[in-house]
């Protein structure tokens, strides 16, 4: 069942991540949309969820008051035609990161006389977690709000994600200096391994939900392509703890 509800008190994009935050924590919710232009909310719902426990979800901002009612606007989670962009536009950002990360690592790479893979992964590596600490950095605040509407360490815990980005920058910094190789590569995969968890819960339940993983400098939708993303670092710093040996 999908019900429309009108919110007041939204006034920037954090408070859109603020108020998805919080309704997405309800119980038996499955999928939400949060107009900020219109001031409105469209949620469908595995089962009957009364205004009152909605508006019980949102008592800690007083700030934002719920009630019910029919809003015009576009059908749930839909863009307009206007609004609607190409895979390749969409991914833009998240596309053009990789493309320089994994240019500078095969370049260094190959520095020596012969492609040293372990060196060109060990480079890959820091630079992808210190341009993404970077991006969740810009915004902190925007970052740890969007993060724990499905990562299952900060929906418990929202201060994990205020630690999460220089978690990131201490393992770029660890990555690129080389230091305890098997420490680095081993918090990494119990890091990327729990935060791919709620990755893959909203995927699996086509949760149409922004992927804080450039924090809330770019709008980035939640995808297979937030998978192949943790699933990479996953890969390969196992892969690495394996040449080690």
Request: charged share 15%; glycine share 6%; with cysteine.
């Amino acid at each position: 069942m999908i019900h429309d509800y009108t919110i007041s008190g939204m006034t920037c994009a954090g408070c859109q991540v603020t108020v998805q935050n919080l309704l997405s924590r309800v119980e038996g919710v499955k999928k939400l949309r949060i107009d900020l232009s219109k001031g409105a909310a469209t949620i469908e719902m595995d089962k009957h969820i009364s205004t009152q426990t909605l508006q019980k979800a949102l008592s800690a901002h007083p700030k934002y008051k719920l009630s019910e009612g029919i809003v015009n606007m576009p059908a749930p989670f839909t863009e307009s035609p206007g609004e609607k962009k190409s895979w390749f536009a969409t991914y833009k950002p998240i596309l053009l990161i990789f493309f320089y990360i994994t240019l500078v690592s095969i370049i260094t790479g190959l520095s020596g006389e012969h492609f040293t893979i372990t060196l060109a992964m060990r480079i890959f590596m820091a630079g992808f977690f210190l341009v993404f600490s970077f991006f969740k950095l810009l915004n902190i605040k925007g970052f740890a709000d969007s993060y724990a509407v499905y990562d299952i360490v900060a929906k418990k815990r929202k201060a994990w994600g205020f630690i999460y980005p220089f978690v990131e920058l201490a393992l770029g910094i660890a990555y690129a200096t080389n230091m305890q190789p098997a420490i680095t590569n081993s918090i990494t995969l119990f890091v990327m391994g729990f935060s791919i968890i709620g990755v893959l819960q909203s995927v699996l339940n086509k949760r149409k939900i922004k992927c804080a993983c450039l924090g809330a400098v770019f709008n980035l939708p939640m995808s297979t392509i937030t998978i192949i993303e943790d699933g990479l670092m996953i890969a390969m710093s196992l892969a690495m703890l394996f040449m080690m040996q």
